[in-house]
T-cell receptor, first 111, second 112 residues
Framework: GENVEQHPSTLSVQEGDSAVIKCTYSDSASNYFPWYKQELGKRPQLIIDIRSNVGEKKDQRIAVTLNKTAKHFSLHITETQPEDSAVYFCAPNTGGFKTIFGAGTRLFVKA | NAGVTQTPKFQVLKTGQSMTLQCAQD?????MSWYRQDPGMGLRLIHYSVGAGITDQGEVPNGYNVSRSTTEDFPLRLLSAAPSQTSVYFC???????????FGSGTRLTVV
């Protein structure tokens, strides 16, 4: 089955700095690479995703980059704000029905 | 659309009791899943379903049963609650051919 690892497990940045979270996966058949954000006490929500035929995707201050050869993809957040503080999960999959999530990265943005 | 609705939001059980966590979605999604999230940890897959009448086990299925008699509903049953099942439970759904999950608001379960 899919083995998913996220690094780092905790990340603390100063407001305005950039943050990068990396997700490594094992299943070479994975072709969909999403990131979810979970604020304290809330449900996970999809914030950005990328398909395997695209190397990078941006949406305002967040971006996802994919390296299929090395089997990893990353979440980039620029100009971080306190409201970016949350736990972020990756969940690489084939679009099928059994999705394994990474263990999560807790991001703290200090004002 | 209500999306994915979970009930109850909070529950306290005694060891050995049984209960059913309810999950319903009104988006006509084929795929539904149950995850548990322990403090400071990620989401672990308990059971999933690819359509009415079809279910399968995830990473941590022991102690839980599921059924899928309709497209809309996917209840999770705890047969004999144990303190190790204290967790937050999330139900999630998506449609065939789509990739991102929609999550319910969660059920916080405490077993004493």
């Amino acid at each position: 089955g899919e083995n998913v690892e996220q690094h780092p497990s905790t990340l603390s940045v100063q407001e305005g700095d950039s943050a990068v979270i990396k997700c490594t996966y094992s299943d070479s058949a994975s072709n969909y690479f999403p990131w979810y954000k979970q604020e304290l006490g809330k449900r996970p929500q999809l914030i950005i995703d990328i398909r395997s035929n695209v190397g990078e995707k941006k949406d305002q201050r967040i971006a996802v980059t994919l390296n299929k050869t090395a089997k990893h993809f990353s979440l980039h957040i620029t100009e971080t704000q306190p409201e970016d503080s949350a736990v972020y999960f990756c969940a690489p999959n084939t679009g099928g029905f059994k999705t394994i999530f990474g263990a999560g990265t807790r991001l703290f943005v200090k004002a | 659309n209500a999306g994915v609705t979970q009930t109850p939001k909070f529950q306290v059980l005694k060891t050995g009791q049984s209960m059913t966590l309810q999950c319903a979605q009104d988006m006509n999604h084929e795929y539904m899943s149950w995850y548990r999230q322990d403090p400071g940890m990620g989401l672990r897959l308990i059971h999933y379903s690819v359509g009415a009448g079809i279910t399968d086990q995830g990473e941590v299925p022991n102690g839980y049963n599921v059924s899928r008699s309709t497209t809309e509903d996917f209840p999770l049953r705890l047969l004999s609650a144990a303190p190790s099942q204290t967790s937050v439970y999330f139900c999630a759904s998506k449609n065939r051919g789509t990739y991102g999950y929609t999550f319910g608001s969660g059920t916080r379960l405490t077993v004493v």
